[in-house]
């Protein structure tokens, strides 16, 4: 069974951090391209973040450039995201997931059950 698990969300005061983490399991994680999407409420769901399967090509929303970074840790099958400088229109809840299509954040054979995260100002 394929497992993504997200954690790290919280509630965080506007210009703090937070670290976002997904274990995956029941795939083969190093084979797969992995990324970051969020959901705020009554939008639609944007894409973050991506990474490819080796860690070589990142992507980001120009949302996200310059304050998040994602980074993937093949040997421990875990994806992460490192938000800076948070913001409360980050506010949303975040999901990973796993075989994106980098360019479009499209595809997304599996998907976490997602993690809160909540900035006020």
């Known amino acids: 069974e394929v497992q993504l698990v997200e954690s790290g969300g919280g509630l965080v005061q506007a210009g703090g951090s937070l670290r976002l983490s997904c274990t995956a399991s029941?795939?083969?994680?190093?084979?797969?391209?992995m990324g970051w999407l969020r959901q705020a409420p009554g939008k639609e769901r944007e894409g973050v973040s991506c990474?490819?399967?080796?860690?070589?090509?990142?992507y980001y929303a120009d949302s996200a450039k310059g304050r998040f970074t994602i980074s993937r840790d093949n040997a421990k099958s875990t994806l992460y995201l490192q938000m800076n400088s948070l913001k409360p229109e980050d506010t949303a809840m975040y999901y990973c997931?796993?075989?994106?299509?980098?360019?479009?954040?499209?595809?997304?054979?599996?998907w976490g059950q997602g993690t809160q995260v909540t900035v006020s100002s």
């Open positions: 997931a796993a075989a994106l299509n980098c360019r479009d954040y499209k595809g997304g054979a599996y």
């Open positions: 029941g795939l083969t994680f190093g084979d797969l391209n």
């Open positions: 990474i490819s399967w080796n860690g070589v090509s990142t």
